[in-house]
C-alpha cells in the first residue's frame, strides 16, 4: 500500500486541502443535541462529512428530530445510517462505510462535547501527523464535581482521560482504517473494540500520537446497577485474549482486570453451598469466611473513596455480591464464544469486508 503524503508540514504546497470526516454512532440519548450542537459552534473548518449512526434496536425509529436541527448549516453535510442496534463496533463501520470522500474519519460518541476552538484544533491535529501515523487521539476532559468525593460510576468515567486509543475522540486515516478492516464486530459493548483496533493498527506498521484537540466527557446520570452491567464486557476480555495474547493489558498500558478475584470469591461462594448441601458444616463455615472477607474487601474499595451517601454505599454492597459471579459468568461465556476466533482481517477476507476497500 502507498502511504499517504505528509499534509501541512511545508514540504508540500502542492498537496489538496485536508478533508475530514465525523461519525457518531447513536441510541438517540439525550446527550445526543449538546455533542451536535458543541460540534455545529466550535470555531474552524467543519467536517466535509457527518455520518450520524442510527444503533437503535427494532424496526424503523424514525428521524432524529431535534438534534438534527442544532446542526444548523452543518444539517447538509449530514448522512443518517441504520446499524440496527448490534454495539458500538458494527455502528462505527456502518459510519464508515457512510463517509465518501474524506481522508481522516473522526470517532465521536455521542455523550462527549468537542471545545469552542475543535474544529480549529482537530484540522491542526491531522495536518501535523507524520506520513507514518495512522491515528490522532484527543485529549478527554471529565468534569467532576466539587465539594465533595466523586461516586463509583464517576470514578469509572474519569478513566477515560487517561485511557488510550478510546473512541470518544479518535481520528484515523480513512484508507488505513479500510486496510485493517475496520473494527472487529465480535465486540458487542462498548469495552476493548477500540483497543483491539489501535493494536492491529500498530501491528500494520502505523503509528498513534496524543493531539492537542480538547473534548469535554461530562459524567451522565447513572443507573444503580450500571456497575454490574459493565461486566458483559468480560466476554470482550476473553476474546482480546484469544487475538492479543494474555499480555495484552501491558501491550496497552490498560488497568488489569479483577477477574482472578473474582472467580476466587465465586469458587468460595460456590464451595460455601456445595459443602453445606453435602453435610460438612465446618469447610463449609471456612468458606463462606473466605467468600464474606473477599466481598468485604471489594465492597470497601469501592466505598472507601466515594461520598458514601447511604445511598452510595447502599448500590456498592448489593453490587459488590453480584459482580463476582456475573464477572465470572461473563468471561466464562466468552471463553466458550470465542475459543476459535481468528483475526479480524481473516474473517472479513473469507466472507466479505465489514467495511468498503475502495
Known amino acids: 500500500m502507498t502511504r499517504p503524503s505528509r499534509v501541512g508540514d511545508g514540504t508540500d504546497t502542492t498537496a489538496p486541502p485536508l478533508s475530514y470526516a465525523v461519525v457518531v454512532p447513536t441510541r438517540l440519548r439525550d446527550t445526543l443535541a449538546d455533542c451536535l450542537g458543541a460540534l455545529a459552534a466550535a470555531t474552524g473548518a467543519p467536517p466535509d462529512e457527518i455520518v450520524l449512526v442510527d444503533d437503535r434496536r427494532g424496526p424503523d425509529h424514525g428521524d432524529l428530530?431535534?438534534?438534527?436541527?442544532?446542526?444548523?448549516?452543518?444539517?447538509?453535510?449530514?448522512?443518517?445510517?441504520?446499524?440496527?442496534?448490534?454495539?458500538?463496533?458494527?455502528?462505527?463501520?456502518a459510519g464508515l462505510r457512510g463517509v465518501r470522500t474524506a481522508d481522516w474519519v473522526v470517532f465521536l460518541?455521542?455523550?462527549?462535547?468537542?471545545?469552542?476552538?475543535?474544529?480549529?484544533?482537530?484540522?491542526r491535529?491531522?495536518?501535523?501527523?507524520p506520513s507514518t501515523t495512522a491515528g490522532v487521539q484527543g485529549v478527554i476532559t471529565v468534569p467532576l464535581p466539587g465539594g465533595r468525593r466523586p461516586t463509583d460510576c464517576e470514578r469509572r468515567t474519569a478513566g477515560l482521560a487517561t485511557a488510550r486509543w478510546i473512541t470518544s475522540d479518535m481520528a484515523y486515516r480513512a484508507d488505513v482504517l479500510r486496510e485493517v478492516g475496520g473494527f472487529d464486530e465480535r465486540f458487542r459493548h462498548a469495552q476493548h473494540e477500540d483497543t483491539d483496533l489501535a493494536l492491529r493498527v500498530l501491528d500494520a506498521g502505523w503509528g498513534i500520537r496524543r493531539g492537542r484537540r480538547t473534548t469535554r466527557h461530562p459524567v451522565r446520570p447513572a443507573d444503580r446497577w450500571d456497575s454490574l452491567h459493565d461486566e458483559r464486557g468480560n466476554a470482550d476480555d476473553a476474546l482480546m485474549v484469544r487475538l492479543h495474547g494474555p499480555d495484552w493489558w501491558y501491550k496497552t498500558a490498560s488497568p488489569r482486570g479483577r477477574i482472578?478475584?473474582?472467580?476466587?470469591?465465586?469458587?468460595?461462594?460456590?464451595?460455601?453451598?456445595?459443602?453445606?448441601?453435602?453435610?460438612?458444616?465446618?469447610?463449609?463455615?471456612?468458606?463462606?469466611?473466605?467468600?464474606?472477607?473477599?466481598?468485604?474487601?471489594?465492597?470497601?474499595?469501592?466505598?472507601?473513596?466515594g461520598p458514601r451517601t447511604r445511598y452510595e454505599v447502599d448500590t456498592m454492597l448489593v453490587t459488590s455480591v453480584l459482580i463476582p459471579p456475573a464477572a465470572v459468568c461473563h468471561r466464562l461465556g466468552g471463553l466458550w464464544r470465542h475459543r476459535t476466533a481468528r483475526p479480524w482481517r481473516e474473517v472479513t477476507r473469507s466472507s466479505g469486508p465489514a467495511v468498503p476497500t475502495n
Do not use: M, Y
Request: proline share 5%.
Open 65 to 93: 428530530g431535534h438534534p438534527l436541527d442544532v446542526l444548523g448549516d452543518l444539517r447538509a453535510r449530514t448522512t443518517v445510517v441504520r446499524s440496527g442496534g448490534h454495539g458500538p463496533a458494527v455502528a462505527r463501520n
Open 109 to 123: 460518541d455521542d455523550d462527549v462535547q468537542v471545545g469552542p476552538h475543535w474544529c480549529e484544533q482537530v484540522v
Open 260 to 305: 482472578r478475584a473474582h472467580a476466587a470469591v465465586t469458587s468460595a461462594g460456590v464451595a460455601a453451598c456445595a459443602l453445606l448441601a453435602a453435610r460438612r458444616p465446618a469447610a463449609a463455615g471456612l468458606a463462606a469466611g473466605a467468600w464474606t472477607l473477599g466481598t468485604a474487601r471489594f465492597a470497601w474499595k469501592r466505598i472507601a473513596p
Open 125 to 129: 491535529d491531522l495536518a501535523e501527523a
